[in-house]
């Protein structure tokens, strides 16, 4: 997220007192980071349900943060795993505000009173997680709509990370493929051995959509009021 380090040190320590000066948005190993104010931050959150209207609770079975420098036209997808601890909001069931614990920021999504709450609850946590940094918006994603966004952009071609035959025959690591709405699922969803590989193969899914749905929009740029 091109966060400048701006805090000179010797030996990997810094004095207290040039910690008070430099009044940075973060520290690390000893040294200072001030955030890029370029950046606009969008949080993508996967979730697993059919649709907006289905009344049950769930988690945040994806959550990736997308983050566009409008300055040099560039974008960063920070993947964020469902199992990372966080600080997130408990409520009870009748809406009110119990306390702020620490627990899987899947379950931020779980305590929302509806679609809009949940996918707020889960920007706070994931602010909070990144030195809380500003989310400028959301853009949740259900399981009935991920094919109809694939398709609309033509489909998503993406070089296979891993072994996946065991889902279709053709799809064989390092494999070129394209990804078509009724597969997408498949390649999102579809759980190895190592939670990191399903977690990395999204984010490799999501960089890849962008760059079809670029295309897609330089040749009919009404596609995204569609």
Avoid at 2 to 20: F, I, P, Q
Avoid at 51 to 58: A, P, T
Avoid at 195 to 211: G, P, V
């Amino acid at each position: 997220n091109r966060l400048r380090n701006k805090l000179s040190h010797t030996d990997g320590e810094v004095s207290a007192s040039a910690y008070d000066q430099a009044e940075a948005d973060a520290y690390y190993n000893g040294n200072s980071y001030y955030y890029n104010n370029d950046l606009v931050n969008i949080l993508l959150i996967g979730v697993y349900k059919d649709s907006v209207k289905d009344k049950n609770s769930k988690q945040a079975d994806a959550v990736f943060l997308v983050s566009f420098n409008p300055k040099d036209n560039t974008a960063n997808v920070t993947a964020i795993s469902r199992n990372t601890m966080a600080d997130i909001e408990i409520y009870d069931m009748n809406g009110e505000y119990l306390a702020t614990e620490k627990a899987q920021i899947c379950l931020s999504y779980a305590y929302g009173k509806d679609a809009e709450e949940s996918s707020q609850l889960t920007c706070k946590a994931v602010s909070r997680l990144l030195y809380n940094i500003p989310i400028n918006g959301y853009y949740t994603v259900y399981m009935d709509s991920i094919a109809q966004i694939v398709d609309s952009v033509g489909g998503v071609t993406v070089t296979v990370p891993e072994d996946l035959t065991d889902v279709y025959s053709h799809w064989k690591k390092d494999a070129t493929v394209t990804i078509t709405g009724k597969d997408a699922i498949d390649y999102l969803r579809h759980r190895s051995n190592l939670s990191e590989e399903r977690l990395q193969r999204q984010k490799q899914f999501i960089s890849a959509f962008a760059e079809s749905a670029k295309k897609a929009v330089l040749k009919d740029i009404s596609l995204p009021f569609n």
